[in-house]
């Protein structure tokens, strides 16, 4: 196992470091220090060559020269929180809105938006990286200030898992981060050749602002359906992209992955399991309007729907919502979220 580091660039004056993950099988994960971003998901194959699963960028700029929060690390909170505001214990909190008068990803100074802190460390577990804030109130508009912490740990088995955690000071807040990495795991520039199974029956109903309106919806027989296998980009096509809230790890569910995504050409596949109640899936349908190329794209346009987010979290809006799960982060507590994304290949042909 080895590890690596070295400057990236700069962004707004500050010096971006991507850190390399190395294993025993040759297997490499990149996070960079802005946006605790999730660079490179690199995989060895048979030629000797690596193969990068994920859509990433070859500066660090193009990850901000566009809206679609291309593999960085969402927080304080993932999704919509409706009306940029909430009620808890006799209080209103107002938080910054960026979208329609609501607040998504964490406003416009969430987690994506600082430069982290990092250390390293290697262990029989694993490869890790951490990233380390600090985060004041006045920094992103949340109430209370906390000390967020993401490590990305690669082991052997060819596991990535991404912990969140935050150790809250002296007032409630909200917590429920999220990774946003693009997956595309062929050697296509779409996903026609993807299949995916998601364990779960029912999607979030949501108004024409995405803002769920608490009804969950039973996807039996329609494109939302991939409790088997099905192809991505035929879903995609029927829906005009997907930006869908699955519910999953529901009671009798047991300790199933997720989702299980392949790409049934090459025989790629990730296995992603979560321990919150939500996956939302979303795929990028405006992104050829917005001149990306991302850097498997060798400088032709990126097109829409080229990759594939699996954004593993409790369910947008919660705090709005009853039964939706529990995001408060009470006062001098601390609270982690487990995600992991396990690379193999397609073992048996069916
Ligand atoms: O402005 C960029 C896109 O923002 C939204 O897409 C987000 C989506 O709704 C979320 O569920 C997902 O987690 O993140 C997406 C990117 O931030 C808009 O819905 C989409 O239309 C915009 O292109």
Redesign the pocket.
């Given at each position: 196992m080895d590890i690596l580091q070295h400057t990236f660039g700069r962004y707004q004056n500050e010096k971006v470091t991507e850190i390399t993950l190395v294993n025993d099988n040759g297997v490499e994960v990149s996070c960079l220090t802005m946006g605790a971003i999730w660079h490179r998901f690199a995989v060895p194959e048979n030629d000797g060559t690596k193969k990068n699963l994920l859509l990433s960028f070859d500066g660090i700029d193009d990850y901000y020269s566009?809206?679609?929060?291309i593999c960085k690390s969402?927080g304080r909170v993932?999704?919509?929180i409706k009306g940029a505001s909430y009620d808890l214990d006799g209080k209103h909190y107002q938080l910054p809105a960026n979208?329609n008068g609501n607040t998504?990803?964490g406003g416009p100074n969430g987690f994506s938006t600082l430069n982290w802190n990092y250390s390293t460390s290697i262990s029989k577990n694993g490869i890790s990286v951490i990233f380390q804030r600090k985060i004041d109130e006045t920094m992103d508009g949340f109430p209370g200030n906390i000390l967020a912490t993401i490590i990305y740990t690669l082991n052997n088995n060819n596991r990535v898992t991404i912990a969140y955690s935050a150790m809250n000071g002296k007032e409630d807040t909200l917590f429920n981060p999220?990774c946003?990495a693009y997956f595309n795991l062929s050697d296509r520039h779409d996903l026609t050749t993807h299949e995916m199974q998601i364990n779960s029956t029912g999607i979030l109903d949501v108004n024409d602002q995405?803002i769920p309106t608490g009804e969950v919806l039973p996807i039996a027989n329609t494109p939302y359906d991939f409790r088997d296998f099905s192809n991505v980009a035929l879903a995609v096509g029927k829906v005009h992209?997907l930006?869908t809230?699955y519910v999953v790890n529901g009671p009798g569910q047991g300790t199933k992955p997720v989702a299980i995504l392949r790409d049934r050409e090459s025989g790629r596949q990730i296995t992603v399991n979560s321990d919150r109640n939500g996956l939302?899936v979303?795929t990028?349908?405006?992104?050829d309007d917005q001149n990306i190329s991302f850097s498997r794209d060798h400088g032709e346009p990126a097109n829409k729907n080229e990759g594939i987010?699996l954004?593993c979290q409790m369910l947008?809006d919660a705090i709005h919502q009853d039964n939706f799960g529990d995001i408060v982060l009470p006062r001098y507590s601390k609270q982690t979220y487990r995600f992991s994304f396990t690379y193999d290949r397609i073992k048996n042909e069916d």
């Open positions: 566009n809206n679609q929060n969402i993932a999704g919509r979208e998504l990803h999220t946003h995405l992209g930006d809230a939302v979303y990028p349908e405006e992104i987010a954004e947008p």
